[in-house]
């Protein structure tokens, strides 16, 4: 041992905050992208809105001096660090299945957890799992610091942080042990919906075209048949990685929300969720809140087919999907439709 | 739960001096499929690299020597650090490999974005520096003979050099192995991994062969523009390293001269060199010492033999391989020519 180190290892040593009490302030929202999670982000995170490019990644009104009720991190993404694709495959995109027969995401570390000598291997995971929990509370704990350099009027116990993690959801199975004492929101949305929104994005002139970030519309309905049979796969392995994180953490510290519940009573649903994050949730400021989220108050410029917010209408896969892209998304979202409550 | 501190401190609480543990690493990047394993083999024999061992590595029964350096067979922190996403794009017409950094860097709320860069980067050190260290912990658990100060750590990374620029750039005080060989045979390599006997198609991550020639022509494409990108990435990260503490070293030249060049390594890593055990460890992991049954075509250790690519690339492939990677190749020294095209 030299000078230097320390008479014995700590992987909480030398952090400005109560690690645990930071952890019981995270709460995870997982699940699909194409479910609302935005939407459900803004709602729990008024009256701050996303704004990637800000320094610290919201932005609230001018003036505004209220005390913070729980702090935004919109596409924190530590899921796709912390389980990467393996060899070239984008986190989540492929699929993998267990000695079960359950489809889960083919991440690197699924793959090569028996290889000792890997980073974050099976063999040495009492090592890299302290190490990637304290990373993610010092990255997270920077928010709140900066908040508060920001001028915002945050309490002297560490506020919420609310974490959209959806496109992390293969993740989730990883993540969450790491964070026994936060909470996890399992966000559910009938996956044919999910579909039909993901293939709106990806078809010409959608919004992920446009950035270039999708296979920029499809040539051929042979081709459209067969992303859709693929993003079914992938739906499904996603749930079933945040099904197993959903079961196995504190049922206290965890709640199943479905985007279609949300829509059909946003006020009610918001102030059962606060309630339970403590968070003020009198009527008036749920209705308040909802009102100013609803789908009706984004400009008529800002929603439609094509667009980030498209329709919020529950079933627009029945007229979106055509009958044989309907049967292969069954075909393999079925099992996993079923258990999450959704009807055939 | 522990009493906050006072004041953060990124290396707090290790059991290390974390800038001597920095300076024992000697990180291998380039491109598979160029002879990484062998050098790594080379640099810390007696262990030998077995991934699925406890340790990630064995060595002979009863040996008892010094442990000179200690293996770290693919370790793949880079594939976590920043995380390829499968493609290669082009920046001012120069082929990079797309990383989820790369995406989402000017994001702030993304965990790994600039904005808060001087936040994730002290951490994502420590991360690497923890894990590694437990590496040399259990060895010494192990029974084996680690010297009381720290000892030199060897990682091949080179599936991970994708990230080599932010890897080195964490870690100025370790030393940094350009691994290059001519691109053309790396193509070639990988070809025959991906063949339907391949060892990489056996283990379920090849292609299992090609269906029509175009479809060959394009894998060959994708192939030459991955290798074209890393070597940048390599490059970039070689270029801002320390000229004491990096290498070139070209596969071409350790396999004509591995004593002179596996000598001039040694002494520059500070590992023992004297001539007669240079000369055991290089004919211990010379090609003619591996069993016949385990090299050969469709095997992980196949010919050793430089410039195949004439043979076995057909001239058109040689030609678009000329285009994709001519202007690298060139720069690296290797020849200009397509061969027989």
Request: charged fraction near 25%; hydrophobic fraction near 40%.
């Amino acid at each position: 041992m030299t000078p230097k180190a320390s008479s014995s290892y700590s992987p909480t040593a030398g952090l400005p905050f109560d690690d645990e009490e930071l952890e019981s302030k995270l709460v995870w929202i997982w699940g699909s992208p194409r479910s609302g999670s935005t939407w459900l982000l803004e709602l729990l995170c008024h009256p701050f809105q996303m704004d990637p490019k800000s320094q610290i990644g919201f932005k609230w009104r001018e003036g505004w001096g209220g005390t913070v009720p729980a702090l935004p991190v919109n596409e924190f993404q530590i899921g796709a660090h912390l389980a990467p694709g393996i060899y070239g495959d984008s986190a989540g995109d492929a699929t993998v299945e267990d000695d079960g027969g359950t489809v889960l995401p083919r991440t690197l570390n699924r793959v090569t957890d028996y290889f000792a000598s890997y980073a974050f291997s099976d063999a040495y995971a009492d090592v890299w799992r302290p190490e990637a929990r304290r990373m993610t509370l010092v990255r997270l704990y920077a928010v709140i610091e900066r908040a508060r350099d920001a001028g915002l009027s945050i309490p002297p116990e560490l506020p919420l942080l609310a974490i959209k993690e959806v496109n992390g959801s293969h993740a989730a199975d990883l993540v969450m042990p790491l964070f026994g004492r936060s909470r996890m929101i399992f966000l559910v949305r009938d996956g044919r919906d999910v579909l039909d929104s993901i293939v709106d994005a990806n078809s010409s002139g959608g919004w992920l075209t446009k950035r270039k970030w999708g296979p920029t519309g499809f040539e051929s309905a042979e081709e459209r048949l067969e992303f859709v049979r693929e993003n079914a796969r992938k739906w499904t392995a996603r749930m079933n990685a945040c099904t197993a994180a959903y079961e196995e953490h504190d049922p206290k510290l965890r709640v199943k929300v479905r985007y279609e519940d949300l829509l059909a009573d946003t006020a009610a649903q918001l102030g059962e969720l606060e309630r339970w994050l403590g968070l003020p949730a009198g009527p008036k400021r749920m209705e308040s809140i909802a009102a100013q989220h609803a789908f009706e108050a984004v400009p008529e410029r800002g929603r439609g087919p094509g667009k980030l917010r498209r329709a919020a209408t529950p079933g627009s896969w029945r007229d979106g999907l055509t009958a044989a892209e309907q049967d292969v998304a069954n075909e393999a979202m079925a099992e996993t439709l079923a258990e999450l409550g959704y009807e055939r | 739960m522990t009493e906050p501190a006072r004041t953060y401190s990124a290396i707090a609480g290790l059991p290390f001096d974390d800038e001597e543990l920095e300076s024992k690493l000697v990180w291998i990047f380039g491109s598979p499929r160029t002879g990484s394993t062998w050098l790594l083999e080379m640099l810390c024999h007696p262990l030998a690299p077995r991934r699925d061992e406890p340790l990630g590595f064995t060595w002979p029964d009863g040996w008892e020597g010094q442990v000179p350096a200690v293996a770290v067979d693919e370790f793949l922190i880079s594939a976590h650090l920043a995380p390829y996403q499968g493609r290669v794009i082009d920046i001012f017409e120069t082929p990079f490999p797309a990383t989820l950094n790369g995406l989402f860097q000017r994001r702030s709320s993304y965990a790994f974005s600039t904005e808060f860069a001087d936040v994730w980067r002290p951490e994502a050190r420590r991360l690497t520096l923890v894990r590694l260290y437990a590496v040399i912990e259990r060895a010494r658990r192990a029974g084996l003979d680690v010297t009381p100060e720290l000892p030199v750590v060897v990682i091949k990374e080179v599936n991970g050099s994708h990230a080599a620029d932010l890897i080195m750039s964490l870690f100025p005080r370790s030393k940094m192995i350009f691994l290059l060989r001519d691109g053309r045979d790396i193509v070639d390599s990988l070809l025959d991994a991906n063949s339907p006997d391949g060892w990489l198609t056996r283990t379920g991550l090849g292609r299992g062969g090609f269906e029509t020639d175009a479809e060959r022509f394009e894998w060959v494409r994708d192939t030459c523009r991955n290798w074209t990108a890393r070597v940048n990435v390599c490059s970039k990260a070689y270029k801002s390293h320390d000229p004491e503490l990096r290498r070139r070293v070209r596969y071409e030249d350790l396999l004509a001269d591995t004593p002179a060049q596996l000598t001039e390594l040694a002494s520059w890593i500070g590992l023992p060199g004297d001539e007669s055990r240079i000369d055991a460890v290089v004919e211990a992991h010379s090609f003619d010492a591996v069993p016949d049954k385990r090299k050969g075509k469709g095997k992980r250790r196949r010919a050793a033999t430089p410039g195949q690519w004439r043979e076995s690339l057909t001239p058109d492939e040689q030609r678009l391989a000329m285009e994709i990677m001519g202007e690298r190749l060139t720069e690296l020294g290797y020849a200009a020519d397509s061969g027989g095209a």
